[in-house]
């Protein structure tokens, strides 16, 4: 069973930056790729960005530009770079790391605050 904790989560003024960080138990490689997804109150869980084993990154529209995904293999950890915070960004954050034709691994989430 694949573990994934979150953490760096908090509060941030608009216009501010946050990382987020994502520690697995197993080795980050042998995903097919991890993630970030965002779940505001009321809202559907949105993707946020991705990544792959193979380095492609891929991101929401609403971030683009904003946010950027990067991965430290020797740490197992992946890393969530967030800039240009502003409150439409405020939600839970969750992790996940997924294998193709395998049920995906979920964080317990961290909770992203965005004050105006």
Not at 58 to 71: A, E, L, P, W
Request: net charge positive; charged share 15%; with cysteine.
């Amino acid at each position: 069973q694949v573990q994934l904790v979150e953490s760096g989560g908090g509060l941030v003024q608009s216009g501010g930056s946050l990382r987020l960080s994502c520690a697995a138990s197993d080795r980050i490689a042998s995903f097919y790729g991890m993630g970030w997804y965002r779940q505001a109150p009321g809202n559907q869980r949105e993707m946020v960005a991705l990544i792959t084993r193979g380095g492609s990154a891929n991101y929401g529209d609403s971030v683009k530009g904003r946010f950027t995904i990067h991965r430290l293999s020797a740490r197992n950890t992946v890393f969530l770079q967030m800039n240009s915070l502003n409150p439409e960004d405020t939600a839970v954050y969750y992790c996940k790391a997924y294998y193709l034709g395998r049920p995906d691994y979920w964080g317990q989430g961290t909770q992203v605050t965005v004050s105006s």
